[in-house]
C-alpha cells in the first residue's frame, strides 16, 4: 500500500521538476534568443531558403524512418504490420508528445499498434526495444561524434582515448544487444507472463538499429542545414551539429515528464553551439530545428491521412 500511496507524490515531483527544466530552459533560449532574432531584423543575419527547404525534407525523411524503425522492432518479436500502418502509427503518436510528454507518446503508440495487431500484451516490451535502440544509437553517435575541443561543464575537454572507449564500449554493447536482450527477457518473464515466450528476431532487431543509427545521421545533417541556412557552416563544424543533435534528444528522451522536450532540448543546443556561433544564432538555429520537426511531423501526418483517404476512395 505504501507504494500505491508513494505514486502521486512521484508523479508530483515529476511535474514539479519538469516544469522548472522548461521554465529554466526557456528563460536561457529566450534571453539568447533576443540577439538572433535581432540580427534578423537588422539584416545581419539573412534565412537562405535552399539549406532551409533541405532541412526541412531531411527532417520529414526521419519521420518515416521513426515508422520504418516502429516496422523492424515489431517484427523483431513476430508481430507483423505493413509499413503504412506503422508510419501511420508513427505519426499519430508523434503529436501525443507536445501535450503530456514523450510518455503519453509511448502509451499511444502501443495503443494504436495492439488495435491493428495481435500480441498487444507484448506493446510495452516493444517499447521498451525502441527506446533502447534509440538512446544506445544516439549514444554511440554522440561520442563517436563529440568534437574535441568541446568542453562540458563538469567534464571537462573529453581526450581522444575517453571519446573512443566510450564509443567502443557502446558499439560492443550495440553488436551483443540480441543475446543480452535474449537473457533479460528470461529473467524477467516470470514477472511480466506476457512476456513470457517471447523470441527475439536477430535479423529484424539488428536492422532495427541500424535505422536508428541511420535516423541519426540524417536528423544531424538536417540541423547541420538548419545551422547553415543561417551562417556559413564549414564541413568540419557537421560533426558538431551532429553531437549536439542526439545529445539534446538524448536528454529530452530521458525527461518524459517534460512535453515533447521543449525547451530542454533547444538549451542544450543553444548552449554547444554557442562555442561556435554568437549565441543569438545559436537559439535561433535550435528554435528554428524544433518548428522544421513540428513541421515534418504535421505534414507527414497529413500526407498519410490523405494518401490513405484516396485509396480508400479508388478502392
Known amino acids: 500500500m505504501g507504494g500505491w500511496r508513494a505514486r502521486p507524490g512521484l508523479r508530483t515531483a515529476a511535474r514539479i521538476l519538469g516544469a522548472l527544466l522548461m521554465v529554466a530552459s526557456l528563460y536561457y533560449v529566450g534571453r539568447t534568443l533576443y540577439g538572433g532574432v535581432r540580427d534578423l531584423a537588422l539584416g545581419e543575419v539573412a534565412i537562405r531558403w535552399v539549406p532551409l527547404a533541405g532541412a526541412l525534407a531531411l527532417t520529414t525523411v526521419c519521420v ?4 520504418w524503425l516502429w516496422q523492424l522492432v515489431l517484427r523483431s518479436l513476430g508481430v507483423r504490420l505493413g509499413l503504412g500502418e506503422c508510419l501511420t502509427i508513427q505519426t499519430t503518436s508523434n503529436l ?7 510518455a503519453w507518446q509511448l502509451v499511444g503508440k502501443g495503443y494504436l499498434t495492439a488495435q491493428q495487431a495481435p500480441g498487444g500484451g507484448r506493446m ?3 517499447l521498451l526495444l525502441e527506446l533502447g535502440a534509440l ?3 544516439a549514444g554511440f553517435v554522440a561520442l563517436a561524434s563529440w568534437p574535441a575541443d568541446v568542453t ?9 582515448w575517453v571519446r573512443g572507449v566510450g564509443a567502443g564500449v557502446l558499439a560492443l554493447l550495440l553488436l551483443g544487444a540480441a543475446p543480452l536482450v535474449r537473457g533479460a527477457l528470461r529473467w524477467v518473464e516470470w514477472r511480466r507472463p506476457a512476456w513470457a515466450g517471447a523470441v527475439l528476431g536477430s535479423r529484424s532487431f539488428y536492422g ?4 536508428a543509427a541511420l535516423s541519426w545521421g540524417v536528423f544531424g ?13 564549414p564541413p568540419a563544424d557537421w560533426p558538431l551539429a551532429l553531437h549536439t543533435l542526439t545529445l539534446s534528444f538524448i536528454v529530452s528522451l530521458l525527461t518524459p515528464f517534460v512535453p515533447g522536450g521543449i525547451g530542454v532540448r ?3 543546443m543553444a548552449y554547444l553551439l554557442a562555442s561556435r556561433l554568437p549565441g543569438g544564432v545559436a537559439a535561433l538555429a535550435a528554435v528554428l530545428s524544433r518548428l522544421l520537426l513540428v513541421a515534418s511531423e504535421l505534414a507527414a501526418f497529413g500526407l498519410l491521412r490523405a494518401w490513405g483517404a484516396l485509396r480508400r476512395h479508388n478502392g
Open 221 to 233: 545533417a538536417a540541423y547541420a542545414l538548419t545551422v547553415g541556412a543561417l551562417v556559413d557552416l
Open 266 to 268: 533547444e538549451g542544450l
Open 135 to 137: 538512446l544506445g544509437t
Open 152 to 160: 562540458w561543464p563538469w567534464l571537462g575537454r573529453p581526450t581522444v
Open 64 to 67: 518515416g524512418l521513426g515508422g
Open 208 to 211: 532495427a538499429l541500424g535505422v
Open 96 to 102: 501525443a508528445k507536445y501535450l503530456p510528454g514523450y
Open 124 to 126: 510495452g516490451l516493444a
